[in-house]
């Protein structure tokens, strides 16, 4: 599960610099920019998930060995 949840957080990062590639600094608010700031936000929403399940399991499993 570990190895998992880290796979999915590279995913995430690749998705957010694959989306910083498609970004028109010039127009960000305009065609393909507010794709690429949708998909970065949404990846950062998911790395943020991740790692919290992360951390959630890591609690669980110190508490089981109590």
């Known amino acids: 599960m570990k190895i998992f949840i880290y796979t999915l957080i590279a995913i995430a990062v690749g998705l957010i610099l694959f989306n910083i590639t498609l970004l028109d600094f010039n127009n960000l608010l305009s065609g393909n920019s507010v794709v690429a700031l ?23 499993e110190k508490t089981r060995n109590l």
Not at 49 to 54: D, E, P, Q, S, W
Request: hydrophobic share 65%; glycine share 4%.
């Open 38 to 60: 949708i998909g970065i936000v949404a990846s950062l929403c998911a790395v943020c998930i991740l790692i919290i399940f992360r951390l959630a399991k890591n609690i669980e």
